[in-house]
């Protein structure tokens, strides 16, 4: 199997993506490496789309981009870029397409425990103790050779807690309870799942799941 390896280029900065892109893919015979191996001093790209399908094509049209100009001799089979975010009813579907800094935009640090502490500092007061939500995760992925692009999204509903329960996982996966598909929602957050677990119920297992789905049917 390994002769058959496809390698898939990720770009994005964020390791834990790079990791769940791996383990959901490897069995799917992709090799799932970062953009910067090729591209060590590539920027990130101002993600300026109202929603996540557009930031996920905008990164991915960015990365092209770069690795056209670089003119490489060795390129990866495929390039992907994904965009993902947490919605919460209550907030109006905050922090969604700002996951990643909603913190920072409201001037109060930045990275995974400043943007916890963030929302859970914007429920407090509405009432209860857990939120309706869902994660969605977007992907653009683009055949180099070939040129196919697609396009999936998934998404994974459940509520979000105001405990933090957890140490697995990243970003807001320790306050957030995935609802499973007979419709109750988990007693753990993702924060406290396995891995293989999370990605059975995750937005980005789903989103992978279509992507494999759409390039066995071309």
Same mark, same amino acid.
């Given at each position: 199997?390994?002769?058959?390896?496809?390698?898939?280029?990720?770009?994005?900065?964020?390791?834990?993506?790079?990791?769940?892109?791996?383990?959901?893919?490897?069995?799917?015979?992709?090799?799932?490496?970062?953009?910067?191996?090729?591209?060590?001093?590539?920027?990130?790209?101002?993600?300026?789309?109202?929603?996540?399908?557009?930031?996920?094509?905008?990164?991915?049209?960015?990365?092209?981009?770069?690795?056209?100009?670089?003119?490489?001799?060795?390129?990866?089979?495929?390039?992907?870029?994904?965009?993902?975010?947490?919605?919460?009813?209550?907030?109006?579907?905050?922090?969604?397409?700002?996951?990643?800094?909603?913190?920072?935009?409201?001037?109060?640090?930045?990275?995974?425990?400043?943007?916890? %502490?963030?929302?859970?500092?914007?429920?407090?007061?509405?009432? /209860?103790? +857990?939120? &309706? $939500?869902?994660?969605?995760?977007?992907? =653009?992925?683009?055949?180099?050779?070939?040129?196919?692009?697609?396009?999936?999204?998934?998404?994974?509903?459940?509520?979000?807690?105001?405990?933090?329960?957890?140490?697995?996982?990243?970003?807001?996966?320790?306050?957030?309870?995935?609802?499973?598909?007979?419709?109750?929602?988990?007693?753990?957050?993702? %924060?406290?799942?396995?891995?293989?677990?999370?990605?059975?119920? /995750?937005? +980005?297992? &789903? $989103?992978?799941?279509?992507?494999?789905? =759409?390039?066995?049917?071309?």
């Amino acid at each position: 199997m390994s002769n058959n390896l496809r390698i898939l280029a990720l770009a994005t900065g964020n390791a834990h993506k790079l990791q769940e892109f791996s383990e959901i893919l490897a069995p799917a015979g992709w090799q799932v490496r970062s953009l910067k191996e090729w591209l060590p001093a590539i920027p990130e790209p101002d993600e300026t789309e109202p929603d996540f399908q557009g930031n996920a094509l905008l990164k991915a049209r960015f990365a092209l981009e770069h690795l056209r100009q670089a003119r490489l001799e060795s390129l990866p089979d495929a390039l992907a870029a994904d965009d993902s975010g947490l919605a919460v009813d209550a907030l109006g579907g905050a922090p969604g397409v700002v996951s990643a800094r909603y913190a920072e935009l409201a001037g109060r640090g930045s990275g995974d425990a400043a943007n916890r %502490a963030e929302l859970l500092r914007n429920l407090s007061g509405k009432g /209860s103790d +857990r939120f &309706d $939500a869902g994660f969605v995760c977007a992907i =653009a992925f683009l055949e180099i050779q070939t040129g196919r692009f697609l396009t999936v999204q998934g998404e994974c509903r459940g509520q979000v807690g105001l405990v933090e329960r957890g140490e697995g996982g990243f970003g807001y996966d320790s306050l957030f309870h995935p609802r499973f598909p007979d419709g109750t929602v988990a007693p753990t957050t993702f %924060a406290q799942m396995t891995s293989e677990a999370k990605h059975g119920l /995750s937005h +980005r297992g &789903d $989103a992978l799941q279509k992507l494999l789905t =759409a390039l066995s049917a071309e």
